[in-house]
């Protein structure tokens, strides 16, 4: 069975940094690239950044670029988003998404493409 599970969410000053993490089981992790997906309260997702299978490349969106990080670790299932410098507008529900098909190239980023969500993790500016 197919599993994403986030964690590393919570409270965070505006400016401030948190990492997530998202454990991943079910499948060959390696022969898929994966995505970084929010969702801020009364708006749609937003996809925010994809990292190739072997994890040397990634994409972002243009709002987090210089200030998040996604990354993988192959050898034990996770995948990573170190996110410095956030904004109070970047309240979201933060979510670990698989690709439908394997060997798909990192730059796709519509729902369609996606087949598997995490239960997501909040992350919320706070004082």
């Known amino acids: 069975q197919v599993q994403l599970v986030e964690s590393g969410g919570g409270l965070v000053q505006p400016g401030g940094s948190m990492r997530l993490s998202c454990a991943a089981s079910?499948?060959?992790?390696?022969?898929?690239?994966m995505n970084w997906v929010r969702q801020a309260p009364g708006k749609g997702r937003e996809w925010i950044a994809s990292i190739a299978r072997a994890g040397t490349r990634q994409l972002y969106e243009d709002s987090v670029k210089g200030r998040f990080t996604i990354s993988r670790d192959n050898a034990n299932n996770i995948l990573n988003l170190q996110m410095n410098g956030l904004l109070p507008n970047e309240t979201a529900m933060y979510y670990c998404?698989?690709?439908?098909?394997?060997?798909?190239?990192?730059?796709?980023?519509?729902?369609?493409?996606?087949?598997?969500w995490g239960p997501g993790t909040q992350v919320t500016d706070g004082p």
């Open positions: 079910g499948f060959t992790f390696t022969n898929f690239a």
């Open positions: 998404v698989k690709y439908r098909l394997p060997y798909v190239h990192y730059d796709r980023r519509t729902e369609k493409d996606f087949d598997t």
